[in-house]
C-alpha cells in the first residue's frame, strides 16, 4: 500500500515563529504537493514538487515555502507564522503520470496563536 | 479556470437508503475524476478513480460515473450504513501540470 505520513498531525505555534511540516512518502513517486483545507474554502494547492530540488507555486504560495533535498520527502515551510496560517494541511504524492491517482497523508492540523 | 461544484453541500439519510452524489465541472479537458472520502479530523481517502475515456468504476457499494461532455460525474452509494457517513470529495486532473481542483464537499449523514 502506498504510504504518505505528516510529521505531526497536531500542531500549535506562536505567531512569528519559523514551522516545519514534513511529508514522506514510500512509493518513489516523482510528484509531491500541499495543500491546505479552510471550511467553506476547500482545498487548495500551495506548493508542488516534480522532481528532487524542483518546485511549482500552486494557487496560494504567499507566506509558504518548500524544500525537496530528496525524493521522497517534501517539506512546507512558514518562515514567520501568522494566525491566517492556522488550517489543515495536506500532504499528497503521486507519479509523474496524467493517469495516475494521488495519495494522501493524515494531515496537519496547525494551529498559530 | 476550472471549478468543480458538488451538490448537495449536505446529505441526511435513513441506513439502508441508496444514494447519489453529484459533481460538476466547467472544463471537460480533464485527465480523470477521483472521489474521495475525508473523516473528520482526518485526511482523504481515495475511493475511485475514473479516466476521462471511462464511464464508470466500481469498488463494493460504490459506483462512480463519468459524463465528459456534460462536465458531470456521480458516486452511488448502495445500501448505505452509518459507517459510510463522512465528507465525500471530487477532484479533476487536467492541465499542464497535473493539478487536481477540488470541490467543497458533500456531508453526508446516515442514520442507523
Known amino acids: 500500500d502506498v504510504k504518505v505520513t505528516q510529521s505531526s498531525r497536531y500542531l500549535v505555534k506562536r505567531t512569528g515563529e519559523k514551522v516545519f511540516l514534513e511529508c514522506v512518502q514510500d512509493?518513489?513517486?516523482?510528484?509531491m504537493f500541499w495543500y491546505r483545507q479552510d471550511p467553506g474554502l476547500g482545498l487548495r494547492l500551495i506548493y508542488f514538487?516534480?522532481?528532487?530540488?524542483?518546485?511549482e507555486k500552486g494557487d496560494i504560495p504567499e507566506g509558504y515555502s518548500v524544500s525537496r533535498e530528496k525524493k521522497e520527502r517534501f517539506s512546507l515551510i512558514l518562515e514567520s507564522a501568522s494566525t491566517n496560517q492556522t488550517s489543515m494541511y495536506l500532504c499528497?504524492?503521486?507519479?509523474?503520470?496524467?493517469?495516475?491517482?494521488?495519495?494522501f497523508g493524515p494531515g496537519t492540523r496547525l494551529t498559530v496563536l | 479556470k476550472q471549478e468543480v461544484t458538488q451538490i448537495p453541500a449536505a446529505l441526511s439519510v435513513p441506513e439502508g437508503e441508496n444514494l447519489v452524489l453529484n459533481c460538476s465541472f466547467t472544463?471537460?479537458?480533464?485527465?480523470?475524476l477521483q472521489w474521495f472520502r475525508q473523516d473528520p479530523g482526518k485526511g482523504l481517502t481515495s475511493l475511485l478513480l475514473?479516466?476521462?475515456?471511462?464511464r464508470e468504476q466500481t469498488s463494493g457499494r460504490l459506483n462512480a460515473s463519468l459524463d465528459k461532455s456534460s462536465g458531470r460525474s456521480t458516486l452511488y452509494i448502495a445500501a448505505s450504513q452509518p459507517g459510510d457517513s463522512a465528507t465525500y470529495l471530487c477532484?479533476?486532473?487536467?492541465?499542464?501540470?497535473?493539478?487536481?481542483?477540488f470541490g467543497k464537499g458533500t456531508l453526508l449523514t446516515v442514520n442507523p
Open positions: 512509493m518513489d513517486h516523482e510528484n
Open positions: 472544463d471537460s479537458a480533464i485527465y480523470n
Open positions: 475514473i479516466q476521462s475515456s471511462q
Open positions: 499528497a504524492s503521486s507519479l509523474d503520470y496524467p493517469f495516475h491517482e494521488q495519495f
Open positions: 514538487s516534480y522532481d528532487v530540488k524542483m518546485k
Open positions: 477532484a479533476v486532473k487536467g492541465g499542464s501540470n497535473y493539478k487536481l481542483t
